[in-house]
């Protein structure tokens, strides 16, 4: 059964001239125009006039299939918003096309701050206990999931002061799985901000940022946590508010547009969303201070959230030149998704380890022990994947090797000092 005609604005400005596909991941890899960004804008396109139908596994696993990486919307000449067409697609058929089990739980989790808390202590066990090092190597879901926890194990925390207040005031989104597994990364986000004269204050009440949940289609989810963040930051009287999460901080600049049909909530949720700056763009507006730092190669890859869903990629490259030690080069795939894409590792993951395996060869070629990557997910499947193949290299996110860069210097012109 097909449902009732609906409009998709932005569908039309398709010329079907195909540019985006050799940027498509999932085209590359499959090699079908049906997983290209083309093929999915007629299959949505079909959907919306009803002459396609959701339930129509034929149709509705392409579309499951899209990252929604958005590498097709930087690569698209007529402007069509791929990701706001894949996001209403998803929303308007989640009825019909129910999400999945796993991912439901996994959504759910995460709106709901104390099965959050539990979930993220579950997961510190098993990380203390050495339990997921233990399993990373397993064949399967099972080490893929211990090798992606394993992956967020961090060393000792950095040491050095803080500048004297010269910039704006900042609060920092924790997030769910930064705080809940990559605290350290929080706190080097906070000190290298403070290290280059921003003030900090905390925004409590602050949640999930919800992107997932539009992700996946559950867009009501996604409206609520939205406003719970708008009023906490609001509250908090920051002039900025710093994302360290590539995902979050775009879903976040675009909460004007998830809460466009909601009068008493919109006007407040687009001067929110002018607010939101990634942590790249703040440390990038201040210099960022440099740092002498270790001698170490660097290899960069782009989260696609930075790069084609806030358009930056200049502010990650100047936080790592500040760095004089680092010798830094683009992966040659740099641009393109690594994979990890919300819960796509999840829902699809064996077409998510396709994608992921060019990078890793990348990475092994490029000989460097670092990779320079902004996101959370990103750091975890790249991580996983480096950890699974038995390479000793690793995910940073830049500001992690920044703020080492500073202690490295600190700590080096103490002792300097006290000969
Ligand atoms: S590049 Fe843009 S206009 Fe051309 S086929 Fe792709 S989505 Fe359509
Ligand atoms: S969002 Fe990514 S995976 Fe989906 S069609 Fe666009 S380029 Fe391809």
Redesign the pocket.
Known sequence: MTAAPRTLPGADLCVHCGF?LQ?????LTLDDEND??RG?IVLMKGLAAGTLSATDDAVGNHLDQ????????TACPSGVP??QL?EQTRAETATARPIGFLSRVVLATFAHPPLMAIAMAGARLLRALRITRLLARVPGRLGNLMATLEATRRGAAASYPPAPVTRARVAVLQGCVMEGLLAPVNRATERTLARNGYALCSAEGQQCCGALHAHAGDRETARALARANIAAFEQSGAAFVAVNSAGCGSAMKEYGHLLAGDAAWHDRAAAFGAQVRDVSELLAEAGPVPARGAAIKVAVDHPCHLMHGQRLSDPPARVLAAIGGIAATELPDAAQ?CGSAGLYSLAQPALSQRILAPKLNGIGASGATIVATGNPGCMMHISAGLIRAGSDARALHPVELLDAAYATDHQADHQGGSR
Do not use: D, F, N, V
């Open positions: 985006c940027a498509c991941p999932t085209y290209s960004p999915r899209c990252l929604g990486c958005r590498a097709c919307e791929y990701g894949l998704c």
